[in-house]
């Protein structure tokens, strides 16, 4: 409330003051109400399965190839096939200069509820504080994690294509690991986010989508060909890999099946919008007793309604040529056939088609690759393949 002041000369003349009459108060000025932070965005992810070595008391650094940048980041990481509690005694981040050096300036401590250790229990996984840390779209970001104690059989993707480095102790913000060991998987780490960004698309499959056979340590699989033409588009979409190699759409192979880890890998993904759901069926086609197509079928109807209901956009991939491979027989060849007819098909309910089938075929010859797109197995594409299948991704799908 605010007062009326009393005249002076009043007082002077003895003249009694009047009653201070009361009036409304003003309204308090607003205080400009802070801005939300921008949402989280998945700039490198990885798909996680069981079987990896036990780690005790050493220093994880892996190196992680992101797809767009950041100011703030945070890191995941997860004991989700743990079977004890994870102990982890110190995290850091910072710019690689080679595989086992990094950058001192860049050097960064993580913590996770304001804590720089974090203990994650068995089938669980754990998100990291906002960190301040340059993130670059198309760059290297080294993380490094000191195991104390014997973590038991770990949670890993199986195949990184690139060299990882364990180190004796605690060497998390060394410049340069001393007694460092190559690794070619991924242990506990399974995604780096970003503030902002317009979104992340999903590709979810198996070894043609991990980039198995893809050029060692050059990023250079089909989606991270894709970031590439997203980046040189002027868009800013995280581009997360959950390929798992050997993975199959119906039974737990290598890693959980597409059914099983769907919600993990793709719904709970930061950002997701899209999703490209990609080879695994070729893996169920090549089994010893291959389940029928209208099996196959109602399993990736089924992943699309779940997308769908998760406001999610659904790119179906049609299955690449394999004749010649040494799990191709004629009733898988039939299979697919019926699986990409279904993919092509108006009732699929898939929202756009990449068309990797006619990518990279031959055709002369529809059931086998291109000469020049056959990696020389006949199941996994070259480097000129894996370039066709980016390259018949429209930009015009990852829009609304």
């Not at 060909?225 to 959950?242: E, P, Q």
Request: with cysteine; proline share 8%.
């Amino acid at each position: 409330m605010r007062w009326v002041a009393v005249p002076a000369v009043l007082l002077a003349a003895g003249c009694s003051s009047p009653a201070p009459s009361p009036r409304p108060s003003s309204p308090p000025s607003p205080r400009p109400s802070a801005q939300p932070a921008p949402p989280w965005t998945g700039t490198w992810a990885t798909a996680v399965e069981g079987g990896g070595r036990s780690f005790e008391a050493q220093t994880l650094r892996q190196i992680v190839h992101t797809s767009i940048g950041g100011d703030i980041a945070r890191i995941r990481l997860t004991n989700e096939f743990g079977e004890n509690p994870l102990v982890v005694a110190s995290v850091r981040m910072a710019l690689p200069v080679d595989g086992v050096t990094i950058d001192p300036a860049t050097d960064r401590q993580v913590t996770f509820a304001g804590a720089t250790s974090v203990t994650i229990p068995p089938g669980a996984a754990a998100e990291s504080d906002d960190l301040a840390f340059p993130v670059p779209a198309d760059g290297d970001v080294a993380v490094s994690v000191h195991l104390p104690t014997a973590t038991g059989p770990s949670t890993r993707h199986g195949i990184a294509v690139r060299d990882n480095y364990t180190a004796p102790g605690d060497q998390t913000s060394a410049r340069r690991l001393t007694g460092a060991a190559k690794e070619t998987s991924w242990y506990f780490l399974a995604g780096l986010d970003v503030r902002g960004g317009e979104g992340a698309v999903v590709a979810f499959g198996a070894s043609i989508t991990d980039g198995l056979g893809s050029r060692f340590g050059a990023d250079q699989r089909w989606p991270d060909l894709l970031a590439d033409r997203l980046r040189a588009a002027g868009r800013t979409v995280g581009v997360l890999n959950a390929g798992i190699s050997g993975n199959r759409l119906t039974v737990d192979d290598r890693g959980q099946s597409a059914a099983n880890r769907f919600e993990r890998d793709v719904l709970r993904q930061p950002g997701a919008r899209w999703v490209i759901i990609s080879d695994d069926a070729l893996n169920d086609l090549g089994a010893a007793d291959p389940p029928a197509p209208a099996e196959l079928i109602a399993v990736i109807r089924a992943l699309i309604e779940r997308a769908h209901g998760a406001g999610i956009r659904v790119i179906c991939s049609t299955l690449t040529p394999y004749a010649g491979a040494g799990y191709w027989t004629t009733r898988g060849e039939t299979g697919r056939i019926a699986i990409n007819t279904f993919v092509r098909s108006d009732g699929s309910g898939c929202d756009a088609v990449l068309d990797q089938d006619k990518a990279t075929r031959d055709p002369a010859d529809p059931a086998r690759y291109l000469p020049e797109h056959d990696s020389g197995d006949h199941l996994h594409p070259s480097a000129e393949g894996l370039r066709a299948i980016a390259d018949a991704a429209q930009m015009s799908w990852f829009t609304g």
